[in-house]
């Protein structure tokens, strides 16, 4: 199924919800849809350091492969 026919049938999907159930499934959209935005809005200040940090490691080729940091946790 392409883009196209994914939109058609979502379309006709919610063309026949009652008028209740559409409003719920708009509420859910849109307050369960994280944006990039709030997410890192949400993060503490300490979280935002560690990400920052991490990717400043990864710029500078300090990175370690996932399978073998997976690995060590199994």
Do not use: C, H
């Amino acid at each position: 199924m392409n883009t196209s026919e994914i939109k058609l049938e979502l379309f006709r999907k919610i063309d026949m919800l009652e008028e209740s159930r559409l409003v719920e499934l708009y509420n859910f959209l849109v307050k369960k849809t994280p944006n990039k935005q709030d997410f890192w809005k949400e993060l503490s200040e300490a979280q935002k350091t560690d990400i920052e940090a991490g990717l400043t490691d990864l710029s500078k080729g300090k990175k370690k492969d996932f399978n073998k940091v997976m690995a060590k946790y199994k």
